[in-house]
């Protein structure tokens, strides 16, 4: 029982190492290609592909390791059916939590992307803000005001209160 103990541990410590590293490489990789570029010139979006992509291969080695740590002390079946659970009912709160606030901030930010209404570089005055859009995705806009301060506004806002774009 210890031997498959310390063994377990082994294959997790050495499961979370490979992650992280091809993690790494998969992310500088797809930087070095510059896929979030292609997307934005492509689809005219600001998404960050390469973080999700590596984010989502450095998680999915690490869950192996995992599998194989049960795996070496007999527990795998009964812990992954534990685990899987939780994860399902983790995912499906999460859907259901994050949805309510990204769902009118993606359409908002799709009906201000196709009107044309907003780009980066475009000086605005928002509510009592004034400052120049340094960031604009499908989710909120990135205001520099003149203080230096960045201000983060979610697009459904941004849609729901008056804004000026001013003159350059």
Request: aromatic share 10%.
């Amino acid at each position: 029982l210890f031997s498959q103990l310390v063994v377990a541990i082994i294959l997790l410590l050495i499961g979370f190492v490979i992650g992280k590293v091809i993690g790494r490489l998969i992310q500088k990789a797809l930087q070095e290609v510059e896929l979030n570029k292609m997307v934005r010139h492509t689809v005219g979006l600001r998404l960050r592909l390469e973080q999700i992509i590596s984010g989502f291969v450095t998680y999915f080695i690490y869950f192996v390791s995992v599998v194989m740590a049960l795996e070496v002390m007999n527990l795998r079946s009964i812990i992954v059916y534990l685990i899987s659970g939780g994860v399902i009912l983790i995912i499906i709160l999460s859907i259901i939590l994050g949805i309510k606030d990204f769902m009118p901030n993606f359409f908002a930010g799709l009906t201000l992307h196709r009107k044309g209404l907003l780009k980066e570089g475009d000086k605005v005055k928002f509510e009592n803000v004034r400052g120049v859009i340094i960031d604009f995705t499908l989710n909120d806009v990135k205001i520099e005001a003149k203080n230096g301060d960045v201000i983060f506004v979610p697009n459904a806002q941004f849609l729901k209160s008056k804004f000026v774009k001013l003159k350059k």
